[in-house]
């Protein structure tokens, strides 16, 4: 019975010691944010942006997109493109930056990224710093991130919120500020987005 409970107080130590390790992982480098899988960046209009129905063609292609034919949705997307539509501008850039129905193009998906930003669609902003910031299809440039993480981020976009503090507590595009990290961490916590909660908290104990 003694050996039993040596070998769970072990186990149980090795638990705690591995969550400590990891929350401290999150507060100071953060997690999540710039590492979307693709799926989650197809956008969709809110009602509170437009008070018409999004084309029949937009709801068709969002359908064709969720059951996997991208083919059919990249079709859709660049017939709306033609008329200028945002969100299908922006789903292009989706489509040719995580190769759904193309082949991966990054320096195309900035191209579709940037038209639909015209637009001013947040994600568009957000998902073009990403490019930006990595150096992914385009020039690395910290300093155009940090505009366009800043432009979505006064739209209450958490996930830029986040960056923006990022870019703030690391110095990219920007003099380091820790003050204005909290500020931005908890704009994008306060949403509920985990990796600025983590990050916010890592700031506290600091």
């Known amino acids: 019975g ?23 992982f999150c507060g100071v480098h953060g997690v999540g944010a710039n590492d979307d899988d693709g799926e989650a960046l197809l956008r969709l209009p809110s009602e509170n942006e437009t008070s018409e129905k999004p084309p029949k063609e937009f709801v068709e292609s969002v359908t064709a997109y969720q059951q996997k034919q991208y083919t059919r949705a990249l079709e859709l997307w660049l017939a709306l493109a033609e008329q200028n539509y945002g969100p299908a501008l922006h789903n292009l850039g989706v489509a ?20 639909a930003a015209e637009h001013d669609i947040p994600e568009s902003y957000n998902n073009l710093a990403r490019l930006f ?21 006064e739209q209450e976009y958490a996930e830029s919120q986040f960056n923006l503090g990022l870019a703030y507590l690391q110095g990219h595009g920007v003099e380091v500020d820790k003050e204005e990290a909290a500020i931005w961490f908890e704009a994008a916590a306060e949403q509920g987005f ?9 700031l506290y104990q600091s």
């Open 194 to 202: 985990r990796p600025a909660q983590y990050n916010l908290a890592g």
């Open 133 to 153: 910031a990595r150096g992914h299809g385009v020039e690395k440039d910290f300093d155009k991130a940090f505009d366009l993480f800043e432009a979505a981020a």
């Open 96 to 115: 040719y930056e995580h190769g759904r129905g193309v082949l991966p193009d990054p320096s195309g998906a900035a191209k579709w990224y940037a038209r």
């Open 2 to 24: 003694q050996i039993w409970c040596i070998c769970w107080c072990m186990i149980g130590f090795r638990r705690i010691a591995f969550l400590l390790l990891f929350l401290t």
